[in-house]
């Protein structure tokens, strides 16, 4: 089955510590996003790539940092830069451009201790 | 003002009923997405419309350019239509800008 894949669902960390969180997809797709959920705000962009090995901060990337190295993965790496790290974060991927239909992983909470 | 607007934010109804969910924005775009977030936290993306009206099963969904508007219906309503359901704009090759979303329950 195709699709995109995050882990874990569940994450704690603590204060001070990086922690990267997974995403791949099978869906052969050029591009690929990292979104962050907050209660009561939209989704955010918080990195995109639409290449390997080349990607574009969004709204929000102060304190992450992402690689493209693979067309299949897309990790996100929450630095201690973040300041306010608890968060609900989805990964997404598209055929090409960002206007494009995006499918979204199941996503993964990260809870800051 | 966000540029995307949804109302309302949270909408209950009995099952059978015919819901609709609103979605203003204030920027011109290329296109708008409507999504479904699960309880569980997945995201489907259920249209994509740049014009027109777009029918799937139970779901419809109209987009008006000139009034920078467009509406979610959904027919006969069921229990396992409850969800959050979000509103999105593109525009030119830029970024999805997203609303909050409705948070819809129906009640059997």
């Known amino acids: 089955d195709g699709g995109i894949t995050q882990s874990p669902k569940y994450l704690f960390r603590k204060e001070g510590q990086n922690v990267t969180l997974s995403c791949e997809q099978n869906?052969?797709?050029?591009?690929m996003y990292w979104y962050r959920q907050d209660p009561g705000q939209g989704l955010r962009l918080i990195y995109y790539?639409?290449?390997?090995?080349?990607?574009q901060k969004g709204d929000i990337a102060e304190g992450y940092s992402v690689s493209r190295e693979k067309k299949e993965s897309f990790p996100l790496t929450v630095t201690s830069a973040q300041k306010n790290p608890t968060a609900f974060y989805l990964c997404?991927?598209?055929?090409?451009?960002?206007?494009?239909?995006?499918?979204f992983g199941p996503g993964t909470r990260l809870t800051v201790l | 003002k966000n540029e995307v607007e949804q109302s309302p934010q949270n909408l209950t109804a009995q099952e059978g009923e015919f819901i609709t969910i609103n979605c203003s924005y204030s920027?011109?775009?290329?296109?708008l997405h409507w999504l479904q977030q699960h309880p569980g936290g997945g995201i489907v993306s259920l249209f994509m419309?740049?014009?027109g009206k777009k029918k799937h099963g139970r779901l419809i969904a109209t987009i008006n350019i000139q009034e920078k508007h467009s509406s979610l219906h959904i027919t006969a309503s069921h229990p396992r239509d409850s969800a959050v359901y979000i509103c999105?704009?593109?525009?030119?090759?830029?970024?999805?800008?997203f609303g909050t979303g409705t948070r819809l329950t129906i009640i059997p």
């Open positions: 997404a991927s598209s055929i090409a451009g960002v206007g494009d239909t995006q499918y």
């Open positions: 999105a704009v593109v525009r030119g090759n830029e970024k999805l800008t």
């Open positions: 419309l740049s014009s």
């Open positions: 790539s639409q290449i390997v090995n080349d990607f």
């Open positions: 869906l052969n797709h050029d591009a």
């Open positions: 920027v011109g775009i290329s296109a």
